[in-house]
């Protein structure tokens, strides 16, 4: 089969399957089937080998079964970079990346030394700020120790690792020190509304990771009364948040000794990034 050919009829299959961009995503699986760099390198007229038939065919599949590109794939760009993705660690996307911005803005005078990454999944949060802040060191936390060998990997692999260290804890349990910067990016789904989410969600990421409890704010209850002793003095909390979530979290932030709350909006102006300053100890 011809590639235009191959391209066709996989977009016809996603798209009775309910994918959003079929013909996107047939490209970008026929690009890693044939061991292709980009879905744009693809020569329309060259015809694919048996190997690379079976291959393609294996991950429409799993397509069709709405797995995300990005988990077929086995990795994800985030911040310009690339992370390997397993069962359990979120598929980042890039409202996540309003909180990086967040962090950044916050540091705009002078970058943090120590930072802190409670729920860290693929790493890719606390990577992407090593890789901004090349004299700053960071540790990343999570409940999952295949979540934490997944980021370690992914540290070594961008060459982060002699500054990143990740270790297996329940929130903060793990560390003891203070540092200037804490993020996180807690579960904050609604645990009634996890069955209703896209299938490459409800599906695919791990539940750990989505479930926030009956309001979605279970992690934040749990993290935010810990920061007092997390941070040093003028340090900043950084936390993405559901929709509709950031008054109430920011009242926790108050109600915890933290000042100078500021939002920071994803590309759908929804606010996606709550920053706060512990300015006394």
Known sequence: ???????????????AAGVDAPRRDARLLLADAMGVAHPALLDAGSHLSVTESARFVDKLVRREAREPV??????????GMEFALSEATLDPRPDTETLVEAALAAFAAAPPRRILDLGTGSGCVLCALLREWPDATGVGVDISEAAVTTARRNALHLGLSARADFVVGDWSDAVGARYD??????????????PALEPEVAAFDPRLALDGGTDGLDAYRRITPLLSRLLARGG??????????????????????????????DLSGIPRAITSRLERL
């Not at 993405?240 to 500021?262: F, K, N």
């Open 1 to 15: 089969m011809k590639v235009a050919d191959a391209i066709c009829d996989a977009t016809k299959r996603l798209r």
């Open 70 to 79: 990005a988990r077929i794939r086995g990795s994800r760009e985030f911040w």
């Open 181 to 194: 910067l804490v993020v996180s990016n807690p579960p904050y789904v609604r645990s009634s509304d996890i």
């Open 236 to 265: 900043v909390v950084a936390m993405e948040v559901g929709l509709g979530q950031a008054a109430e979290v920011g009242d926790l932030y108050s109600r915890h000794g933290l000042e100078c709350v500021t939002l920071r909006t």
